[in-house]
């Protein structure tokens, strides 16, 4: 951890200064992911760094028990999770996670302009915002992959749930902006938890825990990127309304994954949101990464 101070990320703002942050993570934004392939959803430096994992593949020295247990509780938990170990929970309650990334991109992808057609700064950020964030859902993919589940499908949610996804990025940009921000934040406590545990669950499998790891760290640099970048979008009221958000916000998503709070201390992470100013990110992480300049002391 470095020595720099860093101040709450609901430290409001001035529009000057989210008007120079933009522009700042503009430029981050763009040599970060490299070249954006609309058509492919994908990004190309993104893209060199999966198939870097892909070409260089580590495997569970004891392959799972039970992956019949996985593939009936992955998409919705049938069996009582009390019944289930650890590294089960743990690779459903991921997909769960990286599933309701998936639908919500989805929607948004289609929903906002692509990028010849993105006029504003804020909208060619989201543009590759959108693209950053269907890379994750692949290195998501690669992580169930690296412990032997490659039979893996993406499935969408019940038709209203998608309905609902779907209308999200149509809901007036001030109504949007503290969920989407909040979101983000969550995305972030919950990585850092999942990283935790992946020391808990992975000892007897230390090259898949630093495979995993490794794959994780890719997503949470973007992801703090995401939480000072949507947090830019909100003027100071919005910020105060975030910060009210993260407790019932978590609790909601949190306990429609019934993994998450077996695996995790849920409190916990609510108070990690609530407190959240960039201190615990390592430094390894924030060097790839990007904050606002206001949150920085
Ligand atoms: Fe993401
Ligand atoms: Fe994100």
């Known amino acids: 951890m470095s020595n720099t101070h860093y101040r709450s990320v609901f430290t409001p703002a001035t529009a000057e200064q989210r008007k120079e942050n933009f522009e700042d993570y503009w430029i981050f934004t763009q040599q970060h992911g490299g070249e954006l392939l609309e058509a492919e ?10 198939e870097h994992f892909q070409n260089n593949p580590v495997k569970l020295r004891t392959p799972l028990a039970n992956p019949e247990a996985f593939y009936r509780n992955y998409v919705e938990m ?17 997909y769960k996670f990286a599933r309701h990334e998936w639908v919500g991109i989805k929607g948004a992808w289609d929903a906002v302009p692509d990028m010849a ?12 915002h959108l693209a950053e964030e269907f890379c994750h859902v692949r290195l998501f993919d690669e ?3 690296t412990c032997g589940l490659d039979k893996v499908e993406w499935v969408p949610l019940s038709p209203w749930k998608e309905k ?30 999942l990283h935790k545990l992946f020391d808990e669950v992975l000892a007897d499998e230390p090259e898949v ?5 490794e794959l994780l760290d890719e997503i949470t640099i973007d992801e703090i990127a995401h939480v000072g970048q949507r947090r830019n979008f909100i003027g100071n009221i919005g910020i105060k309304v975030s910060k009210m958000l993260v407790a019932p916000f978590y609790t909601l998503f949190f306990n429609d994954i019934p993994e998450v709070g077996r695996l995790f201390d849920v409190k916990q992470m609510i108070q990690d949101g609530q407190t959240f100013d960039f201190t615990n ?17």
Request: hydrophobic share 40%; with cysteine; aromatic share 12%.
């Open 117 to 128: 057609n993105s006029h504003t700064l804020q909208e060619k950020i989201s543009r590759v």
């Open 164 to 193: 609902m996804y779907e209308q999200f990025p149509k809901v007036p940009w001030f109504l949007m902006d503290t969920p989407a921000f909040v979101t983000e934040l969550m995305g972030v406590t919950f990585y850092f938890h």
């Open 78 to 94: 049938v069996d009582d999770p009390a019944t289930l170990d650890k590294m089960t929970l743990m690779l459903t309650g991921i």
């Open 143 to 145: 992580m169930l992959k």
């Open 41 to 50: 959803q994908d990004l190309l430096k993104k893209r060199a760094r999966l």
């Open 209 to 213: 825990r630093d495979r995993l790891k």
């Open 281 to 297: 990110v390592p430094d390894y992480m924030m060097e790839r990464s990007w904050i606002p300049s206001y949150c920085k002391a």
